[in-house]
């Protein structure tokens, strides 16, 4: 069952607290006064440079800064702009965001208030995974609430300002998450991502200016705004501040989730907070950041869980979803299900896309099945090569990315198979 | 009319909320098939008058998406994850039980209708491996005796 974090910090700190989870209990414990002083006391511009000069970054994979982003909604522009909080948490891995709703939807919602006020949007559409049934009623209790206060609507917090929040419930793709994707979705499409550009800022949801954040991105906020740049900058690294959910999941003694600051080392996290493998047994592997990330082998471990340091061992902190192996791990089999998944759930709409996550597939099963050849490691390579930046959206340069990583760190395994013919790990976890 | 007069009612509502009507049809599509079980080809003529769409494209909007379908299912939905973290702890023995135990290859349906047994990919759920969705609702850290006696307590 879902669990607070086991380490917490001002995300999740009430986490625990069943009270957070009301309007009125988010409030005694210190909620909305953030956007009250947002809406009352600060200008638009002032809010962007806040956020910009706070150096928070995107929490949804792609770690663009926050601030930037509401920068870029035109100002001169008589059309109504549009917020999207995404919600659609799908990448394998991570389930920050569930928790995040279920417990922490006020703070979510007060986050999403005061970008709302920044750049003068008229409508938030907070998008759903449609598996996450739960996590979206809790969403729409609180808005609810929110409304009843009259907090949000036509005259949000009796300022004049007017913001309405609709939820939206997806139905099952991974390609929603995209935030192109997403938009076609929301606006009763297939999900299949746009072309770029026009960005969304120019041309988002329904057509019109639209800024894309992530659920955990918009929490943050209220904080910022409370206490100030400097205290949120004491978090985390100089290029990356702040904390963020980690979730850690496969092989360990403790899987769950971890507050913790940007820049804390992987090892950390993986043995002291989570306790290490069971049974004695050694890591071999960790994927540090969703399954689009690619694999870190064991001696890389003591990195730092921010982008500018993950960038240089050629893997990044994504949605910071925390996957641990151990020594019995087969590779080829972690290749397998990383490249079945991505040939499930491309769109199709890029020829690179959906022959290559095919390929992929059927190459990487082939040498599972000990039918490979060695020939097969540098088609492999070559297709993978080949998805990278030039597809519609990067969904395709997530297919390769993995793939590539393991072949960097673990073609050993691949070359066992070829050579014996055969799976040589027989405790591997089962395909 | 196949789509009752509550459920219409309630994708006006819903309608009214959007910009486009449009906005609204992933919604309705999900209390059509809360009401129905999924969208057959009359709801679909039906929501694409409502929507002012043709009914091809309702249908590919429906097919699009592993939550909608367009033909009568069993009575349940049970899906076992199989991605990487539920797999490393254990998710496909699961499943290969659970076939055996119900005696269907997933994915599948049991003769009598009751079940639908498959498996998905990530739902979020990673560190309460293996899991299993059912319906709506999540089932985590499972074993294999707590997952055979949830679904022997399923209902007809
Ligand atoms: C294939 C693919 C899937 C994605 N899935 C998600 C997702 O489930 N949730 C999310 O917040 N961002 C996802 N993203 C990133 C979004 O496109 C977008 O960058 C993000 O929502 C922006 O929010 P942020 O700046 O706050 O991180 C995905 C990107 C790609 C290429
Ligand atoms: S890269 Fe893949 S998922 Fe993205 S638009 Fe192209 S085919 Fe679709």
Redesign the interface.
Known sequence: ???SPYVTSYLTEHFGNDEFTTLDGYERLGGYQAARKALTEMSPDDLIELVKASGLQGRGGAGFSMGMKWSFMPKEDDR?KYLVCNAD???????K??IMLERGAHQMLEGILIAAWATGAA?T?IYI??????PADCVERAVAEAYEKGYFGANAMGTGFSH?V?V???????ICGEETGLLE???????QPRKKPPFPAQYG??G?PTTVNNVETYSHVPHIINKGIDWFRAFGTDKSPGTTIF?????VAR???YELPLGTPLSEIVFEHAGGVPGGRKVKGV?PGG?SMPILPAGLLDVPMANEFLREQKTMLGTG?I?V?DET?CMVR?AS??SY?FR??SCGQCTQCREGTGWMNKIVERIERGAGEQSDIDVLLDVAGKMEASTICAFADAAAWPIQGLLRHFSEDFIAHIGGRKCPFPES??? | MVISEPIRSEIDAEIAKFPKPRGALLRAMHLVQAEHGHVSTDCARELAEIFEMRPIEVMEVVSFYNMFFDKPQAKHHVYVCTNLPCSLRGARVLLAQLESHLGVQAPGDTADGRIHLGHEECLGACAYAPMMRIDDQYFEDLDVEKAKSILDSLGE
């Open positions: 069952m879902l669990q109504p948490e799908s990448e394998p891995g991570s389930f965001d569930r409508a559409f995974r449609g598996e996450y049934s739960f309405d609709r939206t419930r997806g139905a099952g793709a991974y979705s929301l606006e009763g499409k297939k999900g949801a329904f019109m979730g850690v999941s496969g092989h899987p769950g989730l994927i399954m979803g996957m192996m791990t972690v299900i990383i998944f499930d759930e976890f089962e395909l």
